[in-house]
């Protein structure tokens, strides 16, 4: 798979990467709900700051590297994110297909 120009090995019909990602999904669920009770007059790059660190952490618990690098930009790494999880849709298609023992001869 490849997000942001880095290539990765990930495949969610894999056991550990299907678990990675779900744990690196509570984490990211967990940061978001800190992120959302922060005050309005809290200042924007302290808000960003923690967006980064948790698609940065989401990344790193999913597939062991930081897909991220050097961007600063949450908007590019919001991107990068639903980029991810397309590619995980699609891959759960192929394997989430209907399975038949006819082809087993």
């Known amino acids: 798979m490849i997000v942001n120009g880095v290539e990765f090995d990930f495949r969610i019909s894999n056991k ?5 990602f779900e744990k690196a999904l509570q984490g990211m669920q967990k940061m978001e709900k800190e992120i959302r009770t922060l005050q309005p007059e809290t200042p924007a790059s302290y808000v960003l700051g923690k967006m980064e660190q948790m698609f940065r952490n989401f990344f790193r618990q999913a597939t062991g590297i930081d897909v ?3 961007c ?10 639903m980029e991810f999880l397309d590619k995980i849709a699609e891959q759960k298609k192929d394997f989430l297909s ?8």
């Open 98 to 105: 209907p399975f038949s023992m006819e082809r087993i001869k």
């Open 72 to 81: 600063e930009d949450v908007a590019e790494m919001k991107a990068m994110y």
């Open 68 to 70: 991220i690098g050097d």
């Open 16 to 20: 550990t990467h299907a678990a990675n």
